[in-house]
């Protein structure tokens, strides 16, 4: 799977065929058929075994007992080691899943193959919130300020336009992050 | 030989707004008129009696039902019937009862009346009696907790005792054969709450729970399968339900959803929080034509 991920992200969607991801993967084009009917089904099968991978780590996260502060540092950390270490998870997320709607459409509506990482992001809002952590506001707005900021991010780090290592950059965001979000006295 | 003798039913009526009596009276009529041609309402301070309270205070005769309307409480500066607490009344009237049945919130756990903070002093049955009191009753006492009460649990309530002499009640003391469900059951909104469509006071459509305060799946009540005139309930009719068969009635901001950062503070009842929103994250996604339309135009 990471395979596919990384040659969908590389290539784009359009421009990878099964065969090529059968060869990545050392498999028959014939034997990739018995597990996805289209590469429409592999690419929606991707985008949830991607985000699933982000959504088990912010899981994790969000059992610890530590502040909503701490938590939105930890996140910034774990979102941005995944930008390094394993960058076709998100860039699979920002280069093919939000580029190509299209795809997408039939079978992973609105947050249909997203749902468990929106799910967690939504836990660790709502518990920020319940402990006057951060201010009351409405989800999606919230939502986009931590993802937009984190997603914006990868995004700089995929160009390769950044300074610095991007773990360096982790606690200046995660504090923007924060800040954005914190109760009002 | 059959004994021809029909058992008492004396209605004592505390700290009240009066709204169970109303209910009773507002029962089905062929209902009212059964349990009237099977029981001897021998008091009730609203209807027609043959007997005052004091009579049956000073008669030696038992009370088969004893039935509660009401908030009870010791404090003579603020509640009194002919000189006397509700408490003490209370306590006379239900040494002579074999059954004791609070009708309404208000006597089930002092419901409004409570919430006075002028006078700590407001509770419900339970708490207001002595337990010498209750040594001649024959079962734990029934809550017939709602605000108000259906006419339909009441009488129901009443003929189990006579017929069986016993009935199953949960931790609250309600019978579970009419508090066991959740005012969600028999709600005819339920598609709307599966797919995450939020409707107005007063229509139809929609669901009452995301916006509006709607209890329903969090609340113990027969109340939208058990139908108040036999035709309606608080959610059909467009009305969040307000969970007024729950011990924490009435809470503050009852029409409104408490919600952090759009997420609703309360989920229904037996779903962790994590399953509930990735639940409906889902199901909001998908717009099913019918159910964003008017039933009728």
């Known amino acids: 799977m990471e395979n596919s991920l990384k040659l969908f992200s590389q290539k784009g969607f359009y421009n990878t065929t099964i065969p090529d991801i059968a060869k990545s993967m050392k498999m028959s084009v014939g034997n990739m058929y018995n597990y996805f009917s289209s590469k429409e089904e592999l690419a929606k099968y991707a985008i949830k075994y991607s985000t699933n991978i982000l959504a088990s780590q912010l899981r994790e996260i969000n059992h610890m007992e530590i502040s909503s502060k701490e938590k939105i540092f930890l996140f910034a950390k774990m979102y941005f080691e995944n930008v390094k270490n394993s960058p076709e998870v998100i860039e699979y997320f920002l280069r093919v899943y939000l580029s190509n709607r299209e795809v997408f459409k039939q079978g992973c509506e609105g947050f249909l193959c997203v749902g468990e990482f929106v799910t967690e992001v939504m836990l660790l809002l709502d518990e920020g919130a319940q402990n006057k952590e951060f201010r009351d506001q409405e989800f999606f707005p919230a939502f986009s300020m931590i993802m937009g900021s984190l997603g914006g991010f990868a995004f700089l780090s995929g160009e390769a336009v950044l300074d610095k290592d991007i773990m360096e950059y982790s606690d200046a965001i995660a504090d923007n992050i924060y800040r954005a979000l914190k109760y009002d006295e | ?297």
């Open chain 2, 1 to 297: 030989m059959t004994n021809n003798k029909k058992p008492t039913v004396v209605w004592f009526q505390a700290i009240t707004c009066n709204g169970n009596t109303h209910s009773l009276l507002s029962a089905n009529s062929s209902r009212l008129e059964l349990f009237l041609n099977s029981f001897d309402l021998i008091y009730h301070p609203s209807l027609t009696i043959d007997k005052s309270l004091n009579e049956i205070l000073e008669s030696k005769d038992e009370i088969d039902f004893l039935l509660v309307e009401g908030a009870i409480s010791k404090n003579s500066d603020f509640f009194t019937i002919s000189d006397e607490t509700t408490n003490v009344l209370l306590n006379k009237l239900t040494s002579k009862a074999k059954y004791l049945v609070a009708v309404g919130s208000c006597a089930s756990y002092g419901g409004v009346h409570a919430k006075f903070e002028q006078n700590d002093n407001v509770v419900g049955l339970e708490e207001s009696l002595d337990k010498k009191s209750t040594k001649n009753l024959k079962h734990e006492i029934i809550n017939l907790t709602g605000c108000p009460v259906h006419p339909e649990w009441i009488i129901q309530t009443l003929f189990t005792l006579n017929n069986f002499g016993k009935m199953a009640i949960d931790e609250e003391g309600r019978p579970k054969e009419l508090y066991s469900t959740l005012a969600h059951h028999g709600c005819t909104r339920n598609e709307y709450f599966e797919w995450k469509i939020e409707g107005a006071w007063g229509e139809k459509e929609g669901c009452l729970f995301y916006d509006q305060g709607c209890r329903g799946p969090m609340t113990h009540s027969s109340c939208n399968k058990i139908l108040w005139n036999d035709v309606n309930s608080k959610t059909r009719a467009g009305m969040p339900c307000i969970g007024c068969t729950e011990t924490d009635f009435p809470r503050d901001n009852m029409l409104e959803t408490k919600k952090n950062i759009g997420i609703p503070f309360e989920v229904p009842t037996g779903i962790s929080k994590r399953a509930y929103l990735s639940i409906t994250g889902v199901a909001k996604t998908f717009t099913i034509d019918r159910l964003n339309k008017k039933l009728m135009d």
